[in-house]
């Protein structure tokens, strides 16, 4: 006989007992241990073996949502995906994501490009990360982060009047995304078709804060793209210069 919510609710396992469970239907049952807690179950077959997916606890899923999952799992399992292992793999995406945000990985590329810096510069350079773009950025999963999200740093670090800096993050920004492309963290640098129309001159670029581009070479000195004209002619940047990184260390790192 299915549950009911009153069922759910008077659930009980008596102290010194095994787990007591409750079916509902559909492979679907609430499991009561002896400390008090309600768990969950769905139990179903797979490659012919017994399996169990763990759903979550009473009241917190109520018995409506639990079977609401019941019925995803059983849509997965008909498709031929098995809901434990795709669970598994969910979690899984989720911790490599959180261990690839745009912290940790400047911090990597930091590592292998402070060798080609003076010590004084790189210390400048991570202060410089550390107080203006870690705070808005650093949490981000890389993957996740949106030209929109790069503005919105710039700016604020623009509000105080600090133009070169907001300018120098963004460039930064931006090699850390070339980085993470080489290295196929991410697919895609989120800044770069907005730099090349800054570059170009074509369009007001949004990445590029008002006043930023003036005549046609101020525009080609504030391209984010490391490498530009105003590279070749020595005017470097503050930034990570990934070229140079790929040459002394990228071929060591793939």
Not at 88 to 113: I, K, P, Q, S
Not at 222 to 241: M, S
Request: with cysteine; glycine share 10%; charged share 25%.
């Amino acid at each position: 006989m299915p549950l009911t919510d009153a069922t759910c609710k008077n659930a009980r396992c008596p102290e010194g007992k095994a787990p007591e469970r409750y079916a509902d239907s559909g492979g679907l049952y609430l499991e009561a241990i002896p400390v008090g807690g309600k768990h969950w179950r769905w139990k179903y077959r797979i490659g012919g073996k017994e399996k169990r997916l763990a759903i979550g606890t009473y009241p917190a899923v109520t018995l409506a949502q639990a079977r609401q999952a019941r019925d995803e799992a059983r849509k997965k399992l008909l498709d031929g995906v098995d809901p434990v292992q795709s669970k598994l793999d969910a979690r899984l995406v989720v911790r490599v994501r959180m261990g690839t945000t745009f912290e940790a990985v400047t911090r990597v590329c930091f590592e292998h490009w402070r060798g080609l810096k003076t010590a004084r510069h790189a210390e400048y350079v991570m202060r410089r990360l550390e107080a203006d773009v870690f705070p808005a950025l650093g949490n981000k999963p890389i993957a996740d982060i949106t030209v929109p999200q790069l503005l919105a740093m710039a700016k604020a670090i623009e509000s105080r009047g600090a133009l070169d800096i907001a300018k120098r993050a963004l460039q930064t920004c931006n090699q850390v995304f070339r980085y993470a492309v080489a290295h196929g963290i991410i697919e895609r640098n989120p800044g770069a078709g907005e730099a090349r129309g800054c570059a170009q001159g074509a369009q007001e670029d949004e990445l590029c804060p008002p006043g930023w581009q003036g005549s046609a070479n101020a525009a080609a000195q504030d391209r984010l793209l490391p490498g530009h004209a105003a590279h070749a002619a020595g005017n470097a940047t503050d930034g990570f210069d990934l070229r140079a990184h790929r040459r002394a260390d990228c071929g060591a790192l793939g």
